[in-house]
């Protein structure tokens, strides 16, 4: 019953350098990720924009990845306190998936890290406000370190044709930058940081866009920006997105605040490998999640197939249940799969019931009962 | 052109208790505050709304003013080191305003605290994730208290006939709250603090809903105050509302994101009273704040009356600019006034143009220029 409701429009809606453009390509939903517009329609199907990011190249506002600059003597030391990964073998130009926990061990964001320098990171975040955290901890710390919000605003390109269009715009170069590493490039006499990354299952970069100088206007040169891209992009198909739900589901590619909570652990949520035990460095949370990897988790994330109608993108969780009607989970992001031809979802699901192959009932929000099975993530190929 | 961009819904932007309710009325906007959904309007125009919150008595799901829990021994060393406003003197049952600062004496926050006993505080927030911010510092200075989001969803009882309203459900007792006082009152068995507050010029009582034990259903329990109180109030010309913003603009109140952000102190913000340089306690920002005030400030928060036809709610900051077209400032919440009949709005003005009854142009969006008049906050009866 929430199809048709407007978001009003207001400056703590914070809009993007691209939002103009966004609105000329006509967009039909936004949604609101660390006070910021994130596009989340144009005017073709969730459907048919899965099946274009698949074959050929999209470019989305996702602004909303807001970064928090960190730098100074104490820089490095405050980001590795801020995550149970690893950050010793970091170098220069990498870009790090880290969880980020609470003194519970409980999730409170799960950020891409970009090491810019020994004294210069960017925590590019998902929706919640790690600059008030990082400030307030390094305040208390009393750390010697300089934390802000740059006027950083990424664009991502996704698709198979992402790299084509890409060296099309800004040479060669483009190609020898790996998976999860950047490169600065230039874009009219500007640097820019490109990241081969992105919230899609396909190939892809992002283009963390920021004017350097004063005297260029922000959103001018964030419309040159796209227009230079869009132009290029025309001979390859190109169109506006956004994040798929359809990809991001089958690739599974978690949402925080949708799929996991601080609420729950990064085990829970198969980060298991960004928290090994052998860690030596001191990190929020220590104590606590080594009391979890030590008595086990009692739920964790998992895919599961199920049948029934096509299901449209799920507004709120559903219920999962054994076939004696007892709770066993939830499925926090779902919708149909027109590769796999079932509908699919995020879930998670008690241990006794977590096992590959399981099957398990899921509830409809009208209350309408379909079989299912758990699979393990991402969804197979 | 963004009037009909509908809200993407998930589970991210979180439904409240009375969301089902909010629903049923019809509600046609929302937005999103604290990754909660705010409803922003009903079937009714902004006028129409303004006109029955100024006669009538409404309801509003403002369960977005999410609280911060703080408890333990350290509990008030922490909260008086979020803010200079001085605690020294509340005492239990009361409702302070409370700027709170960063490090550089900007504004991060503008709550409301309420002092639950001497070691338990709730800050009431505006649109910024204090949890973290609170936590982060908490940890850094290892003090000893405990941080949560308690299940706590605010409902707004607005308008002048909000006291014969809340009388009729809760009792005489009512009565006795004075503004910005709480009381914990009885509702079937439940204990609930209720406050004389709200984000209105009107009278009115903000209910803290809260279910104390694990058995009641939080949804349940939250239609039933909703359809106890709307029973209570038919007779009384009772209506779904919210924040009015013709009401909230006549009153100067303030909305963080939209007039201030973290680029502005407090003495802009006209909140001097809760920054004396008397006060002797340590807070963050302090020697920031006392800088400004040595140095006094450039800019101060304003109201304009100026001219033209009707003008909606403004969705984005309007240039204010002198006669010979310098910049002075910016609109950062504008509308049309039914009762001053003209427009009006809160904008921050440079120094040599804030003195009262300034002449000055207001540029709309679309470039029309506009005669106005700098005037005091809120704006005259």
Same mark, same amino acid.
């Given at each position: 019953?929430?199809?048709?409701?407007?978001?009003?429009?207001?400056?703590?809606?914070?809009?993007?350098?691209?939002?103009?453009?966004?609105?000329?390509?006509?967009?039909?939903?936004?949604?609101?990720?660390?006070?910021?517009?994130?596009?989340?329609?144009?005017?073709?199907?969730?459907?048919?924009?899965?099946?274009?990011?698949?074959?050929?190249?999209?470019?989305?506002?996702?602004?909303?990845?807001?970064?928090?600059?960190?730098?100074?003597?104490?820089?490095?030391?405050?980001?590795?306190?801020?995550?149970?990964?690893?950050?010793? @073998?970091?170098?220069?130009?990498?870009?790090? $998936?880290?969880?980020? +926990? &609470?003194? %519970?061990?409980?999730? =409170?964001?799960?950020? *891409?890290?970009?090491?810019?320098?020994?004294?210069?990171?960017?925590?590019?975040?998902?929706?919640? @406000?790690?600059?008030?955290?990082?400030?307030? $901890?390094?305040?208390? +710390? &009393?750390? %010697?370190?300089?934390? =802000?919000?740059?006027? *950083?605003?990424?664009?991502?390109?996704?698709?198979?044709?992402?790299?084509?269009?890409?060296?099309?715009?800004?040479?060669?170069?483009?190609?020898?930058?790996?998976?999860?590493?950047?490169?600065?490039?230039?874009?009219?006499?500007?640097?820019?940081?490109?990241?081969?990354?992105?919230?899609?299952?396909?190939?892809?970069?992002?283009?963390?866009?920021?004017?350097?100088?004063?005297?260029?206007?922000?959103?001018?040169?964030?419309?040159?920006?796209?227009?230079?891209?869009?132009?290029?992009?025309?001979?390859?198909?190109?169109?506006?997105?956004?994040?798929?739900?359809?990809?991001?589901?089958?690739?599974?590619?978690?949402?925080?605040?949708?799929?996991?909570?601080?609420?729950?652990?990064?085990?829970?949520?198969?980060?298991?490998?960004?928290?090994?035990?052998?860690?030596?460095?001191?990190?929020?949370?220590?104590?606590?999640?080594?009391?979890?990897?030590?008595?086990?988790?009692?739920?964790?994330?998992?895919?599961?197939?199920?049948?029934?109608?096509?299901?449209?993108?799920?507004?709120?969780?559903?219920?999962?249940?054994?076939?004696?009607?007892?709770?066993?989970?939830?499925?926090?992001?779902?919708?149909?799969?027109?590769?796999?031809?079932?509908?699919?979802?995020?879930?998670?699901?008690?241990?006794?019931?977590?096992?590959?192959?399981?099957?398990?009932?899921?509830?409809?929000?009208?209350?309408?009962?379909?079989?299912?099975?758990?699979?393990?993530?991402?969804?197979?190929?």
């Amino acid at each position: 019953m929430s199809k048709n409701i407007k978001l009003n429009m207001s400056r703590r809606i914070r809009r993007t350098p691209y939002t103009n453009r966004v609105e000329e390509h006509g967009v039909s939903d936004f949604t609101v990720v660390n006070h910021m517009l994130l596009p989340k329609g144009f005017k073709n199907s969730v459907e048919e924009d899965y099946w274009h990011l698949s074959k050929n190249v999209q470019m989305w506002d996702v602004s909303c990845q807001r970064q928090v600059q960190i730098s100074g003597p104490d820089a490095f030391k405050l980001v590795q306190k801020l995550t149970p990964r690893s950050l010793k @073998d970091m170098e220069t130009g990498k870009c790090f $998936y880290i969880p980020m +926990l &609470n003194e %519970n061990a409980g999730m =409170i964001n799960d950020p *891409v890290l970009l090491k810019l320098d020994d004294d210069m990171f960017w925590i590019s975040i998902a929706d919640s @406000d790690i600059l008030l955290w990082a400030k307030g $901890y390094a305040l208390g +710390l &009393n750390l %010697n370190v300089n934390i =802000i919000e740059p006027d *950083v605003y990424p664009l991502a390109i996704q698709g198979p044709k992402a790299e084509q269009l890409m060296v099309s715009v800004f040479g060669e170069e483009i190609k020898k930058i790996k998976f999860f590493n950047f490169r600065v490039v230039d874009f009219l006499g500007t640097k820019q940081v490109v990241a081969r990354s992105g919230y899609s299952k396909q190939d892809g970069f992002e283009i963390y866009f920021k004017v350097h100088e004063d005297h260029f206007n922000i959103t001018e040169m964030g419309e040159k920006l796209w227009d230079t891209l869009w132009d290029a992009g025309k001979n390859l198909n190109i169109s506006p997105g956004c994040p798929n739900l359809i990809d991001r589901i089958e690739g599974g590619l978690m949402s925080y605040g949708n799929d996991f909570t601080r609420e729950n652990n990064p085990l829970e949520c198969n980060l298991d490998k960004y928290c090994k035990s052998d860690n030596s460095h001191d990190f929020i949370g220590k104590t606590a999640l080594s009391k979890i990897q030590n008595h086990g988790i009692k739920q964790k994330m998992r895919g599961i197939i199920f049948n029934g109608s096509a299901t449209k993108a799920t507004s709120q969780p559903l219920k999962v249940l054994t076939e004696d009607g007892v709770e066993i989970g939830q499925i926090t992001s779902g919708i149909y799969s027109p590769r796999i031809k079932k509908n699919i979802g995020l879930s998670m699901i008690l241990k006794d019931y977590w096992n590959l192959g399981q099957s398990v009932i899921v509830q409809m929000l009208d209350g309408e009962k379909r079989n299912g099975t758990i699979t393990s993530l991402p969804f197979p190929d």
